[in-house]
């Protein structure tokens, strides 16, 4: 999602399919790449994870893992991946995980562990030898609600069926959480049970003769059982409405394309390059993609910002090229030990790369930063005069240190935390933060917050101690410590091209107020600098109630059309034919 990262913890994406009784044949020194699964047995349940072995250009491997119950679709790229037909090994050391496994050929998988904080046993087998499970009769949309304590919350479970298998999510309706996996769906007769592992639920119901009405407790770890009856309201499964998401065919050319960056070994990033009607030559935007590993489209909960940009933006007369973050979706390289800057070197490549074709007007080629993005993109404008302007789209005017903790303060406040709490929680991140980005190594920075993160701590800050690992590891790793480390106004100084910033008035991540000032100090030299407040808008650019991240799925506009018109009009103004 093109977001500034929460201090709050990014749960860990662990999961698996249940391999009971899997067999495999002997294991092929040419059949390395694929889809591998297991099954980790915690203490909330079964999880299933899936290893994605992708083969790379100069035909080694590469690889992610996904978390088919916790987060179905998301894919987290290895820092380290090693297979071959005696063992596998990785390492993702954004989550603080590691795995190292041996060829069992009779078993016909991988027998290994699995380490994160804990140690658990892990075996890896082939994916097609997993059976698909499929549930009966239990498809459709349930709606119930849940009564504690004089609050009442709002779900809808959510299952479906198709060619693999049966799967569950939640919405948590009332507080705006939607897509919540469920694990564990099981029917014996009419006794249906599954867990939500985000929420530490677990839940066991009957349904009723017709099979319309399911029945049965809610349990929670430090909670009184509560008693929650759903009900069907259709058969079919409710998809999030995108109306904005482009559908082919277009008015304009759609070109895939590979890009390598010479200066970063096994870096090859793949795009789509939108091209106008006619000859050109045309004005051009690189899209920079926010935080985390994003798709060429910045997908986040269906959302597809960049398609919706890349599409207003071409069909008005603007070349637009947009691409997968390296070692993401088709792009190869490694993400999670990469930085801003070994990203700002990405960007780099793809400009060089566009102002070298034909149909491009070379003197008018720009960048068009989201969130991280819209780091990246002064950073390259103050050394490349080629470039031509930027736009900044929720972009940071400010230091990390303090994005953190402006972050943290208006989460905490939107979600209603008292002012006492705001006040403990402002002394709280500044320790963490400082002790992450002003210890000499990683090592000191895990000590410091070893002893930092208390039991209580993590409580007050939401997370359990069984966490605390992760918590670190998130802190504590390349990419935090140097956007910690980063100060915007070291490059803004140097930024003389054209400017565009906008913020929504409502982004929680990159608070408007201080952001914007930064940006309108560190740009006081250069005499094209506009900069906008746009209400009611929250980070994605979405018209928005309150600006929480929960909010952005329930939201069915995916970019806001006044946002849209108002910078394909400031392109076009300076650039267009």
Known sequence: MGRMRNLAIAMTQSALMLCLGLTAPALADDHLAGDWLGTLSTPNGALRLMVHAIETGDGGLTATLESLDQAPGQRIPMSEFFIDDTEMRFEISALGASYQGEWDAQAGHYDGEFTQGATLELDFARAEAAPVIVIDGLDGSWTGQLDRDAIQLEFTLNVETGNDGTWASLDSVTQGAYGIPVAGLEREGDTIRFRVPAA???????????????TGNWQRPGFDDAVVRFERQSIEVAHPNRPQTPVAPFPYREIDVRIDNPVAEGVTLAGTLTLPQGEGPFPAAVLISGSGPQDRNETVWTHQPFAVLADHLTRNGIAVLRYDDRGYADSTGDFASSTSMDFASDA???????RTQPAINANAVGLIGHSEGGLIAPVLAAYNREIAYIVLLAGPGTDGQEIILDQSIA????????????????GLVLEITDAACSAP?????RTALDEILTPEVLTFLGATPDQKSLFIGQNVRAWQRAFLNHDPAEYLVDVDQPVLALN??????VVPGPNLAGL???????????LMELPGLNHMFQTAQTGTIPEYAQIEETFNPQALALIEDWINTRFGQ
């Open 411 to 426: 989460a905490a406040r939107a979600a209603g935390r008292s002012e006492a709490d705001l006040e403990r929680l402002h």
């Open 200 to 214: 530490n639920v677990t839940y066991e119901g009957q349904l009723d003769a017709d099979g319309s009405v399911l």
């Open 520 to 530: 309108e100090t560190g740009l006081a030299h250069n005499d094209d600098v506009t």
């Open 348 to 354: 780099q490549a793809v400009t060089e790369w566009l």
């Open 504 to 509: 929504g008035s409502l982004d929680l991540q």
């Open 441 to 445: 190594d990683e090592a000191a920075a």
